[in-house]
């Protein structure tokens, strides 16, 4: 593993009613996908879940937005990601609900099964199968994606590369303003992590210890498909819900409200 990173980005929001370290709502703590960072949560779900009365944050993997440790990003690996997780968690007055999406599922998964964690969430999470068998669907259906993805470079974004990926994430009537100011979090992702979800490390690993858990994937999401969220939520012995259309970036969708309500409900069960 590498050293520990000191430079985390985290956004929050602070409930308009704080509850305080032992109050009744538990913070809640946000983990963004590849090629993005904390701000995926910004516009919509830090906002929303403060105005239900939770304390939400949202971190940026180092390597990954404003966070140190783009340097080494490439030899970074889902270790080093929870290793970022932890340490945000550590500074939290109480402990958090872990909600990872895509890749952040992933880390959150990690965690789930190496270190004590209240309750988490799965978001369009990385099937069982790992990448591999994504990449191979993909290839089938798109092979003009996997192709723009392999040279794949934020500081060289043309149009057809934009038009390429677009429909992979968003759905069809994302608003420009969000699908613009998405582009500019556009990063790279570290090899080594792509590696560790293709072979699917954070499987071989022991029970999770009965955290409760909530799996939910988007019918529209052309990444991890309904069935293979599925796959995921049968693995961990839980039903997943999968809500109808929406796309893999569900958080900036502009029916974003049905996966964060969908969410608070889970929340309001714990």
């Given at each position: 593993m590498?050293?520990?990173?000191p430079r985390?980005?985290?956004r929050s929001?602070?409930?308009?009613r704080?509850?305080?370290a032992?109050?009744?709502?538990?913070?809640l703590?946000f983990?963004?996908?590849?090629?993005?960072?904390?701000?995926c949560?910004?516009?919509y779900f830090?906002?929303?879940?403060?105005g239900?009365?939770?304390?939400?944050?949202a971190?940026?993997l180092?390597?990954?937005?404003?966070?140190?440790?783009?340097?080494?990003?490439?030899?970074?690996g889902?270790?080093d990601?929870?290793?970022?997780l932890?340490?945000?968690v550590?500074r939290?007055p109480?402990p958090p609900?872990?909600?990872?999406?895509?890749m952040?599922?992933?880390?959150?998964e990690?965690?789930l099964?190496?270190?004590?964690?209240?309750?988490a969430?799965?978001i369009a999470?990385v099937p069982p199968a790992g990448?591999?068998t994504v990449?191979a669907?993909?290839?089938?259906?798109?092979?003009?994606?996997?192709?723009?993805?392999s040279?794949?470079?934020?500081s060289?974004?043309?149009?057809?590369?934009?038009?390429?990926?677009?429909?992979l994430?968003?759905?069809d009537d994302v608003?420009?303003?969000?699908?613009?100011?998405?582009?500019?979090?556009?990063?790279?992702e570290?090899p080594?992590?792509?590696?560790?979800?293709?072979l699917r490390?954070h499987?071989?690993?022991?029970e999770?210890g009965?955290?409760?858990?909530?799996?939910?994937?988007?019918?529209g999401?052309?990444?991890?498909?309904?069935?293979?969220?599925g796959?995921t939520?049968?693995?961990h012995?839980v039903d997943?819900?999968?809500?109808?259309?929406?796309?893999?970036?569900m958080?900036?969708?502009?029916?974003?409200q049905?996966?964060a309500?969908a969410?608070?409900g889970?929340?309001a069960?714990?």
């Amino acid at each position: 593993m590498l050293p520990a990173e000191p430079r985390l980005e985290v956004r929050s929001r602070a409930p308009a009613r704080p509850n305080g370290a032992n109050g009744r709502k538990p913070p809640l703590l946000f983990v963004h996908g590849g090629y993005c960072d904390a701000w995926c949560w910004e516009p919509y779900f830090l906002p929303f879940f403060a105005g239900k009365g939770y304390a939400a944050h949202a971190i940026s993997l180092r390597g990954h937005g404003a966070s140190g440790g783009h340097s080494t990003l490439f030899i970074a690996g889902l270790d080093d990601y929870a290793a970022d997780l932890e340490a945000v968690v550590a500074r939290l007055p109480a402990p958090p609900v872990l909600i990872g999406h895509s890749m952040g599922a992933a880390v959150v998964e990690r965690m789930l099964a190496t270190r004590p964690v209240r309750a988490a969430a799965l978001i369009a999470p990385v099937p069982p199968a790992g990448l591999m068998t994504v990449a191979a669907r993909l290839a089938s259906e798109r092979p003009d994606y996997l192709l723009q993805l392999s040279q794949f470079d934020p500081s060289r974004l043309s149009s057809h590369v934009l038009e390429t990926l677009r429909p992979l994430y968003f759905g069809d009537d994302v608003d420009p303003a969000i699908l613009a100011e998405a582009t500019r979090h556009l990063c790279v992702e570290s090899p080594r992590a792509l590696l560790d979800l293709s072979l699917r490390l954070h499987w071989q690993l022991p029970e999770r210890g009965g955290a409760p858990l909530y799996v939910l994937g988007a019918g529209g999401d052309r990444i991890c498909t309904p069935g293979e969220v599925g796959m995921t939520a049968q693995h961990h012995g839980v039903d997943a819900a999968i809500l109808p259309g929406l796309s893999h970036m569900m958080m900036l969708d502009r029916q974003w409200q049905a996966p964060a309500k969908a969410l608070l409900g889970w929340l309001a069960s714990l």
